[in-house]
């Protein structure tokens, strides 16, 4: 069984993620020292969190290689993330789905991108 992890950057984040073929992070990621990442059932919450309002976003479904290592690490409201000390390589990503904005500022993933 694959075990995924999610990212949510900008379309601007992913074009040069593309373009480069490795991603340090967003600007919260270079901060903090790592890569902030969700599972699955965390996406939902990290949009309503750190994206609310925001368009032109993209969601990466991650596949890390099993020689690199995921800390699990509370977050502020107590709920534990993983977070990845280590940069990702363009052939981690396994799929791309567009981020739809609704009028109300919340989000929808609808498809492949």
């Known amino acids: 069984m694959k075990?995924?992890?999610?990212?949510?950057?900008?379309?601007?984040?992913?074009?040069?993620?593309k373009k480069k073929n490795f991603f340090?992070?967003?600007?919260?990621?270079?901060?903090?020292?790592?890569?902030?990442?969700?599972k699955k059932n965390q996406i939902?919450?990290?949009?309503?969190?750190?994206?609310?309002?925001?368009?032109?976003?993209?969601?990466?479904?991650?596949k890390i290689p099993q020689n690199k290592r995921?800390?699990?690490?509370?977050?502020?409201n107590g709920e534990v993330f993983p977070h990845f000390y280590y940069y990702l390589d363009l052939s981690n990503v396994e799929n791309t789905y567009k981020i739809f904005l609704k009028k109300n500022g919340s989000h929808f993933i609808l498809s492949k991108y």
């Not at 075990?3 to 993620?17: G, L």
């Open 3 to 17: 075990n995924f992890f999610y990212k949510i950057i900008t379309k601007r984040e992913w074009s040069d993620f």
């Open 24 to 38: 340090y992070g967003t600007r919260k990621d270079l901060r903090d020292k790592y890569i902030h990442l969700s």
């Open 44 to 62: 939902k919450k990290t949009l309503q969190k750190h994206y609310l309002k925001k368009k032109n976003l993209v969601l990466l479904k991650i």
């Open 70 to 76: 995921i800390i699990w690490e509370k977050s502020s």
